[in-house]
């Protein structure tokens, strides 16, 4: 029989990242003459992907470059940190693993970042497997990500709970079949 699962999104659900990649879209945009204030964060940029993000943005430049920069100044500010993970989620890692539950991290966060996130807040070696939307076949919104983690894990939809703070997030756990905890970490409660 499988084993029930708890699938967590990465950015703004384990780790408050959104500081981070705040800062450093305000600092690439400011040099293009593009305020990045949170009205702008919560429109243009959270829960999208880097390369939509650039290519609206800064549409003459190449946005795959611009992607790979932005990913290295994040790793950069994250260089040395320590952070806390979202208050609640260590102990809900620890009751899980304790009463059997599998779990794993689903995001689409580049794979360096994801490893350096985990480090970050102590939980590198806590999950079963991680997921990075990169490397399946679509990222999300697709389910793909989520339908993959449930593969990895040998789970099924209908045994496993997936926690998400974006509006991408939520509809790619959604569609793959996961009752879906929706966190207000970087979102208002209408959103």
Same mark, same amino acid.
């Given at each position: 029989?499988?084993?029930?699962?708890?699938?967590?999104?990465?950015?703004?659900?384990?780790?408050?990242?959104?500081?981070?990649? =705040?800062?450093?879209?305000?600092?690439?945009?400011?040099?293009?003459?593009?305020?990045?204030?949170?009205?702008?964060?919560?429109?243009?940029?959270?829960?999208?992907?880097?390369?939509?993000?650039? =290519?609206?943005?800064?549409?003459?430049?190449? =946005?795959?470059?611009?992607?790979?920069?932005?990913?290295?100044?994040?790793?950069?500010?994250?260089?040395?940190?320590?952070?806390?993970?979202?208050?609640?989620?260590?102990?809900?890692?620890?009751?899980?693993?304790?009463?059997?539950?599998?779990?794993?991290?689903?995001?689409?966060?580049?794979?360096?970042?994801?490893?350096?996130?985990?480090?970050?807040?102590?939980?590198?070696?806590?999950?079963?497997?991680?997921?990075?939307?990169?490397?399946?076949?679509?990222?999300?919104?697709?389910?793909?990500?989520?339908?993959?983690?449930?593969?990895?894990?040998?789970?099924?939809?209908?045994?496993?709970?997936?926690?998400?703070?974006?509006?991408?997030?939520?509809?790619?756990?959604?569609? =793959?079949?996961?009752?879906?905890?929706?966190?207000?970490?970087?979102?208002?409660?209408?959103?």
């Amino acid at each position: 029989m499988a084993r029930p699962a708890l699938l967590f999104d990465l950015d703004g659900t384990l780790i408050d990242s959104d500081p981070l990649h =705040a800062q450093v879209f305000r600092d690439m945009f400011a040099a293009r003459g593009i305020t990045v204030d949170a009205a702008f964060y919560v429109a243009e940029i959270h829960g999208k992907h880097n390369s939509e993000i650039f =290519a609206k943005h800064c549409p003459d430049e190449d =946005a795959g470059e611009l992607h790979l920069r932005k990913e290295a100044a994040y790793r950069d500010l994250l260089a040395g940190l320590r952070l806390d993970p979202t208050p609640g989620a260590a102990a809900l890692l620890t009751r899980a693993r304790s009463e059997g539950w599998q779990v794993a991290v689903v995001t689409n966060a580049p794979r360096r970042n994801a490893e350096a996130s985990l480090g970050a807040i102590g939980l590198a070696e806590a999950f079963e497997t991680v997921v990075i939307g990169e490397e399946c076949v679509r990222g999300k919104p697709d389910p793909a990500p989520y339908l993959h983690a449930l593969e990895l894990l040998g789970a099924e939809a209908r045994q496993a709970i997936a926690f998400e703070d974006s509006h991408s997030g939520i509809a790619s756990a959604t569609a =793959a079949g996961l009752r879906t905890v929706g966190l207000t970490s970087s979102l208002p409660d209408a959103a």
